[in-house]
Every structure is written in structure tokens, then in C-alpha cells.
């Protein structure tokens, strides 16, 4: 499974962005779908999560009532609607799959998004 990331870019606090993970290779393998975040000189953490049919979701308590995940299986893509962004939301962003049985974990390459104050 491979994973691009897209989306990203500089963005006033305030404002809106809306990033995009398409899956490509063995997707009908997919379950789990996450986004990450690492922030310079900090641990990656969950950004949000969603289940294999989209039917869950959850997210970190940072980012609830502000980001909402979702996904189109048809169309093999996450995407990661980010509105009301601080300058602390500041971070690599990553798109991370849960596939196959036993799962294994596959990663995009990340898109930076800037939050500027």
C-alpha cells in the first residue's frame, strides 16, 4: 500500500485547509485510516482515526469541534478537514493505514501545514 499525502501549505490562524491522503496498491487491505502530526521537537501524536467504514471516528481532545476526518473508499482517499487553525496546529502531517491480517502499519511521507499568527 502506498500512501501520498497532499494539501498542505501556509495558512493564517483562522483559517481553513483541507488535506488529502490517497491509497494506492493493495487498498482493498485497508482498515483503519489515521492522521498524525509531529510538530519540530515533538512526538508524532493522533491527530483523528477512523474506522475502515467510516462509521467511527475519534480525535485528539486538540483538534475535536475543529478538524473532521473522513474517507471515500470508492475513491481510495482520507481526507482531513482542519478549520479554525492555530498557529500550534503547526506540524507535519501524516496519513497512516492499518492493513491486512496480522496488521501492519503503512505511512505517507507527510505534507507540512504552517499555521502563521
Known amino acids: 500500500v502506498q500512501l501520498v499525502e497532499s494539501g498542505g501549505g501556509l495558512v493564517q490562524a483562522g483559517g481553513s485547509l483541507r488535506l488529502s491522503c490517497a491509497a494506492s496498491?493493495?487498498?482493498?487491505?485497508?482498515?483503519?485510516m489515521g492522521w498524525y502530526r509531529q510538530a519540530p521537537g515533538k512526538q508524532r501524536e493522533l491527530v483523528a482515526a477512523?474506522?475502515?467504514?467510516?462509521?467511527?471516528?475519534n480525535y485528539a481532545d486538540s483538534v475535536k469541534g475543529r478538524f473532521t476526518i473522513s474517507r471515500d473508499n470508492a475513491k481510495n482517499t482520507m481526507y482531513l478537514q482542519m478549520n479554525s487553525l492555530k498557529p500550534e496546529d503547526t506540524a507535519v502531517y501524516y496519513c497512516?493505514?492499518?492493513?491486512?491480517?496480522?496488521?501492519?502499519?503503512?505511512w505517507g511521507k507527510g505534507t507540512l501545514v504552517t499555521v502563521s499568527s
Open positions: 496498491g493493495s487498498t482493498f487491505s485497508i482498515n483503519a
Open positions: 477512523i474506522t475502515s467504514g467510516g462509521g467511527s471516528t
Open positions: 497512516n493505514a492499518e492493513c491486512g491480517l496480522p496488521l501492519m502499519d503503512y
